[in-house]
């Protein structure tokens, strides 16, 4: 059984920063990717960030230049650091873990990843 926590979620005006922790637990696992995704209300889920054990990192053009995701894969922790946070960015934001070997394109969908965790809510007011 693998655990993942996320939290650091909260609320913060527009412009704003938030800083994101995730950790994976129990049965060791070898990731290969340590991912972000987030759930606005009504919506679908949609990648966020994710590192890679590679040494790469990939980005949603929605947040690219806005956030930094950073990841230890030796230590199945993963960082999102969110800068200059706008209201569309208000959403679930979900960590997620592979430790299957991924093609680029598999690596920005929820497909990907093995483990979940709960979810951290942040929300950006005006």
């Known amino acids: 059984q693998v655990h993942v926590v996320e939290s650091g979620g909260g609320l913060v005006q527009a412009g704003g920063s938030l800083r994101l922790s995730c950790a994976a637990s129990?049965?060791?696992?070898?990731?290969?990717?340590l991912g972000w995704f987030r759930q606005p209300p009504g919506k679908e889920r949609e990648f966020v960030a994710a590192s890679t054990r590679n040494g790469n990192t990939y980005y949603g053009d929605s947040v690219k230049g806005r956030f930094t995701i950073t990841g230890d894969n030796a230590k199945n922790t993963v960082y999102l650091q969110m800068n200059s946070l706008k209201r569309e960015d208000t959403a679930r934001y979900y960590c997620?873990?592979?430790?299957?070997?991924?093609?680029?394109?598999?690596?920005?969908?929820?497909?990907?990843?093995?483990?979940w965790g709960q979810g951290t809510q942040v929300t950006v007011s005006s």
């Open positions: 997620a873990v592979t430790s299957r070997t991924l093609y680029t394109s598999d690596v920005v969908q929820t497909s990907g990843y093995d483990y």
């Open positions: 129990g049965r060791t696992v070898r990731s290969y990717a």
